[in-house]
């Protein structure tokens, strides 16, 4: 099993950044593909983003790609979210999620573990 934590999120106006942190105790990381996903109020959860267990394989949801960029340090045990030129679209609660020997996917259902999700609102 891996536990996940979130942090980084909170307050910012448009154009603004943040960095997602997401701390993974339990199992090493590097056997986790990692993803990204939201939840805005009165909609479904959506992907973000999605790193393969190695790195090289990327995946961003279109409308955050050249804004968002997902990184993983598995010697650290963490996954990041950079979030630039934030739009108040953004707005969310931001979940990070590991797929046990996975490959990085953007179907949520395909993820074993997901954290208890990290704030983000953006204001205009």
């Known amino acids: 099993q891996v536990q996940l934590v979130e942090s980084g999120g909170g307050l910012v106006q448009a154009g603004g950044s943040l960095r997602l942190s997401c701390a993974a105790s339990g199992r090493t990381l590097s056997m986790y593909a990692m993803g990204w996903f939201r939840q805005a109020p009165g909609k479904e959860r959506a992907f973000v983003a999605a790193?393969?267990?190695?790195?090289?394989?990327?995946y961003y949801l279109d409308s955050v790609k050249g804004r968002f960029t997902i990184s993983r340090d598995n010697a650290k045990n963490t996954v990041y979210l950079q979030t630039n030129s934030l739009k108040p679209e953004d707005t969310a609660v931001y979940y990070c999620?590991?797929?046990?020997?996975?490959?990085?996917?953007?179907?949520?259902?395909?993820?074993?573990?997901w954290g208890q999700g990290t704030q983000v609102t953006v204001s205009s």
């Open positions: 999620a590991a797929d046990y020997l996975g490959w990085g996917t953007i179907d949520g259902d395909d993820y074993d573990y």
């Open positions: 790193i393969s267990r190695s790195g090289n394989n990327i």
